[in-house]
């Protein structure tokens, strides 16, 4: 009924002999490499509202709504570097006041160190058409930043990769107003 294979024996015998030497050609000098820094979205910079005349109205004043989304962060440990490939989403929503058909959003990419210090940060600039009668337009963004290593590459693991948009004081105070 069952049949046992005659080759059982040798299968199992080779397996742990086959497993030591995959380990072993993976092995390095430099030990493990360092964990991927945590990359993600800064908490009341991630959502950005603009009104008409830069000035926080009602909602009929509302220009466009923009918000962050589909977050990836994936890691490559170079022989001198780490180098990050990183993406997003950008979607906007258009309001009642937008008279110029476009979203125009100013958003930052920056890397703190394992103190929290802020050792790098660069904006970007992105417009966003609302080509037509469209609402509701998206775009995704893709950035290839790179971290030298520090002395200890293990501190990596305590480093993060923060991104947001850059919001003025009264946008900030409408974010955080919003979340209550």
């Known amino acids: 009924m069952f049949s046992q294979s005659r080759f059982r024996f040798p299968t199992r015998a080779l397996l742990p002999l086959v497993l030591f030497a995959f380990v072993a050609a993976c092995s390095s000098d430099e030990g493990p490499p360092p964990g991927c820094p945590v990359t993600n979205f ?4 991630d959502h950005m509202t603009v009104f008409a005349d830069d000035t926080v109205g009602d909602l009929t004043d509302v220009r466009f709504d923009a918000q962050l989304a589909s977050l990836s962060a994936i890691c490559n440990f170079e022989s001198d570097e780490l180098a990050m490939d990183i993406a997003f989403q950008i979607i906007a929503a258009r309001g009642p006041a937008n008279k110029d058909s476009q979203a125009a959003v100013t958003y930052f990419i920056a890397i703190a160190d394992e103190t929290g210090a802020v050792i790098a940060k660069q904006t970007f600039d992105n417009t966003l058409p609302f080509k037509g009668n ?45 979340r209550r």
Request: glycine share 2%; no cysteine; charged share 30%.
């Open 134 to 178: 469209l609402r509701r337009v998206a775009i995704k963004d893709e950035f290839e930043p790179t971290i030298p290593y520090p002395a200890d590459r293990n501190i990596l693991n305590d480093y993060r990769v923060l991104i947001g948009f850059q919001l003025t004081p009264e946008q900030l105070t409408y974010n955080r107003s919003r």
């Open 42 to 45: 800064v908490n009341d910079l």
